[in-house]
């Protein structure tokens, strides 16, 4: 009989996690006799993050950077589910579309922010960036999600009369949505990256990404990991916050 | 009236799993073009109910996929079918997997008609289940009562009765009859029984090729 333990997953999650801090602890321990600028301790970088989160400004700057990169998430699954549609819909759209998908997918993030910074406002620069990074892949999702829609479902809605709308609604967007999800998931952690990255060279007032920057040129590199650290969770707090609302369905 | 005019059709090159019409891939005179009918004609009076019959491989779901406009002919016309309310159970269920089977049904037609369709076929306690918990049988009924909600003024079966058991049978037949009075009824099929079942005429589609 297979014997069950509760919380087995969670378990195994925590022991990864402290596998890999075990990790880290070892590496910094070792590096630091050699080097001038230590790598902190977890123990250290733990310490520099719960004296953080007693500090306001911290809080107002977590804030702002979720509402950049919030932002530009929301903006660019709108535009690349309306994108991916339309390519998904239509060849011509499909040819038009193509080469500037893949530029948007091929040039750097950091030669993006640099240009962008030419004509773009420092405040919105990481939510445009968010965007563009979002965008290609809710694309493809979508598009995907068009291509897996079965034929003969559309055939017999076709024949039965029923009306382009209630197919769309019916038929198609129900294929589609598992696609779009996962691209959210996905897109949602480029965001996240590409967001702060954004943040990190343009520095818009009392954003992570500004703190990030100010403490690396302050040497400060226990304040470094600890907003690093805080970057990860928060980009793991929206990622389930996505995946307890839009749950996937059962059939 | 239906009407077949010379009615011919060939298929093409298959590409991606579709089928295409040889006329847009390849000219007929190609052999590798497959022509299925050849100058078929046929009338079809309102009202009457119709099998088709034939082994497999003879042209018959590619016939009734003409009548329903889902091919067009290399050659001939189809009149006389444009613009009737067309209702279909095709081979395959064909019944959305992420919708229920009250909503697979109420998509087509009254919320009424699908609850009454779905409890004289044995249905009734199922309007909430989703078609992957259905058995085949079930399935077959539920696309069956589908086709029935939509209340078409011509009725279009193809091997409607696969799946289901003889006693079955008969039941969803004489179901299908008493709600189909007055209305044009095509069935497909290589099983003369059902013919029999729906009270067809049987027209061998190898005899209507000229």
């Not at chain 1, 992570?208 to 304040?223: M, R």
């Not at chain 2, 696309?143 to 079955?168: H, M, S, W, Y």
Request: aromatic share 8%.
């Amino acid at each position: 009989m297979e014997v069950r333990f509760p919380f087995k997953k969670q378990l195994q999650q925590t022991a990864s996690i402290l596998f890999w801090i075990f990790l880290w602890h070892v590496a910094a321990v070792s590096v630091n006799k050699n080097l001038l600028i230590p790598i902190p301790l977890p123990l250290e970088t733990a310490v520099v993050f719960f004296k953080n989160c007693k500090n306001a400004d911290f809080w107002s700057a977590v804030g702002v950077s979720i509402l950049h990169i919030t932002l530009g998430f929301l903006s660019g699954a709108v535009l690349g589910s309306l994108s991916g549609f339309f390519s998904g819909s239509s060849k011509f759209f499909r040819y038009l579309s193509s080469p500037l998908l893949h530029l948007i997918r091929s040039v750097p993030v950091a030669a993006f922010i640099i240009l962008a910074w030419l004509w773009i406002p420092t405040n919105l620069l990481p939510s445009f960036i968010s965007c563009l990074m979002v965008l290609p892949i809710v694309h493809i999702a979508v598009e995907n999600g068009l291509f897996a829609v079965d034929p003969k479902l559309t055939e017999m809605a076709r024949v039965m009369g029923l009306s382009a709308t209630r197919t769309f609604f019916h038929i198609k967007l129900p294929a589609i949505c598992p696609f779009l999800r996962i691209g959210c998931i996905n897109g949602l952690g480029f965001a996240w990256k590409s967001g702060v990255a954004a943040e990190v060279i343009c520095n818009p007032t009392g954003s992570i990404g500004a703190l990030l920057s100010s403490s690396k040129s302050n040497i400060d590199y226990g304040q470094v990991f600890a907003v690093t650290l805080t970057i990860v969770f928060l980009s793991l707090l929206l990622e389930n916050v996505i995946k307890f609302i839009w749950k996937e369905p059962k059939l | 009236m239906i009407e077949l005019k010379n009615v011919s059709f060939s298929y093409g090159t298959v590409s991606c799993g579709k089928t295409q019409p040889a006329e847009k891939t390849r000219p007929l005179s190609d052999p590798a073009a497959h022509e299925i009918l050849h100058g078929l004609t046929l009338k079809i009076e309102s009202g009457s109910r119709i099998c088709l019959f034939g082994p497999s491989g003879i042209g018959k779901s590619t016939l009734l996929r003409l009548m329903m406009g889902l091919e067009t002919p290399s050659s001939g016309s189809i009149t006389g079918i444009q613009k009737l309310k067309k209702a279909v159970v095709f081979q395959e269920d064909r019944l959305l997997p992420f919708a229920t089977v009250l909503k697979n049904l109420t998509l087509f037609g009254s919320s009424l008609a699908a609850h009454t369709h779905l409890k004289a076929l044995g249905l009734a306690g199922q309007e909430n289940a989703f078609p992957s918990s259905l058995s085949g049988g079930m399935k077959r009924r539920v696309a069956i009562a589908r086709a029935l909600t939509r209340n078409g003024d011509i009725l279009f079966l193809d091997e409607p009765f696969t799946g289901l058991d003889v006693p079955c049978r008969k039941k969803t037949a004489d179901y299908i009859l008493s709600q189909s009075a007055g209305k044009t009824i095509i069935l497909v099929s290589h099983d003369k029984t059902e013919a029999a079942l729906l009270q067809s005429k049987i027209i061998n589609v190898a005899s209507l090729n000229t």
